[in-house]
């Protein structure tokens, strides 16, 4: 990583659609107690969506949308320059997103006074997890951006997105097992991942080795950063700012109603990121998107949102700090306390403050510990929002 000086007008819609879903992506991944969430805060189980369930698309939306822009300077086409970018800051966002999963490099599960760099260590590497949220980032801002770049006019862009969903759920029918291609047993995207991989370096949250940030799903991911792209282009092309906003709406609706359809029979699933999803959540982000440009970009209530706009500036370096900082406050710095009960900073924090303060292991003192934790990284965002440093790969 590299710190700079912010030095070019940016869109301030698009940096709080992109603030607001990185606070929502530190919010759901640190709640006080797994056990204690709030419904819309937590993953459906399999098909559907909650709330949580549009924060990681949002996001790759967003990088489709910042694409169009940032890309103008390369003629937004493929060429030497721009797919040097792609690939470089491809690899170093995936990259970072391993080394994530590697802090703080030894096995903090396995620690105890006795643990060497020997057989536990290895049984440490032989067991990490790699892929991840900012690994399928990468796969699809390389993917998305290719493909966005060599198909360049709005038209073929649509058309892109289409052939990547349709693909998609394709080939998820035709090599699906049973019970079924749709499902958490049946599906081939986990299996692709196990056989490159092997099933200790996958996801085991499930119950079984599958992955919901793994190879197969970047396809369909690159959807979601195409559609973003696309919406991008529309901005940059509409003079007026208001009229951006009309056709923005009438395209999220447009989207939304395509993928409440497509779910009769393709379902709406995170996991999978099926097309289905790719339109649904993408019609949502759309939404958000023009609500903000309409109250920020035209209304000029830009100042209501400073917090989120700070997060948006510095999108991945706070999603990274967060990763590291509850893994240092979480399962690092530990200590006993007089009555034998072993505390972290977090789980301190989390019994002395949150749960007395509500009486309780809860939902409530879980979702204070989440906002708590929160506003350091938005306190740490406003202060680099303040001294102009803009952090980037």
């Known amino acids: 990583m590299i710190m700079e000086q912010a030095?070019?007008?940016r869109y301030v819609a698009l940096d709080v659609l992109r603030g607001m879903t990185v606070t929502g992506m530190i919010l759901v991944n640190n709640p006080g107690s797994w056990g204690h969430i709030f419904p819309p805060l937590r993953h459906a189980p399999w098909s559907g969506c909650t709330p949580t369930d549009?924060?990681?698309?949002?996001?790759?939306?967003?990088?489709?949308?910042?694409?169009?822009?940032?890309?103008?300077?390369?003629?937004?086409?493929?060429?030497?320059?721009?797919?040097?970018?792609?690939?470089?800051?491809?690899i170093l966002i995936f990259l970072v997103g391993l080394g994530l999963n590697l802090f703080p490099f030894y096995p903090t599960s396995l620690h105890d006074e006795s643990w060497t760099f020997g057989e536990n260590y290895l049984y440490w590497l032989q067991n990490i997890r790699i892929f991840g949220v900012l690994q399928r980032i990468a796969m699809c801002y390389i993917l998305g951006g290719f493909l966005a770049l060599w198909l360049r006019k709005p038209k073929r862009i649509l058309i892109g997105i289409a052939c990547v969903t349709i693909l998609h759920w394709i080939l998820l029918m035709i090599f699906g097992t049973e019970p079924g291609w749709?499902?958490?047993?049946?599906?081939?995207s986990g299996k692709i991942d196990v056989a490159l991989l092997g099933e200790n370096h996958v996801y085991h949250g499930y119950g079984i080795p599958f992955d919901p940030e793994g190879l197969f799903g970047a396809l369909s991911?690159?959807?979601?950063?195409?559609?973003?792209?696309?919406?991008?282009?529309?901005?940059?092309?509409?003079?007026?700012?208001?009229?951006?906003?009309?056709?923005?709406?009438?395209i999220s609706a447009i989207c939304l109603?395509?993928?409440?359809?497509?779910?009769?029979w393709l379902p709406i699933c995170k996991p999978l990121w099926t097309g289905s999803y790719v339109l649904y959540a993408g019609g949502w982000a759309i939404f958000c998107l023009a609500f903000f440009i309409y109250f920020i970009d035209v209304k000029g209530k830009e100042k209501f949102f400073t917090p989120f706009k700070a997060m948006g500036m510095n999108p991945l370096f706070a999603f990274v700090m967060a990763?590291?900082?509850?893994?240092?406050?979480?399962?690092?710095?530990?200590?006993?306390a007089a009555d034998g009960t072993s505390y972290s900073c977090l789980s301190w924090f989390y019994q002395n403050c949150c749960v007395s303060l509500w009486g309780g292991n809860n939902e409530y003192s879980s979702l204070m510990f989440a906002i708590c934790y929160v506003a350091l990284f938005v306190a740490m965002a406003m202060w680099l929002y303040r001294k102009k440093i803009v952090i980037k790969l």
């Open 7 to 9: 030095k070019t007008q």
């Open 54 to 90: 549009l924060v990681f698309p949002f996001f790759l939306f967003c990088v489709g949308v910042a694409m169009a822009f940032s890309f103008a300077k390369y003629g937004d086409s493929l060429n030497a320059g721009s797919a040097k970018k792609l690939v470089k800051r491809g």
């Open 182 to 188: 749709e499902t958490l047993e049946g599906n081939i």
């Open 221 to 250: 991911g690159a959807g979601t950063v195409l559609l973003g792209y696309f919406i991008g282009q529309i901005i940059r092309s509409t003079k007026s700012k208001i009229d951006a906003v009309a056709r923005l709406f009438v």
């Open 257 to 264: 109603a395509l993928g409440c359809i497509w779910s009769i």
């Open 323 to 336: 990763g590291v900082s509850v893994k240092l406050l979480g399962r690092v710095i530990k200590w006993t």
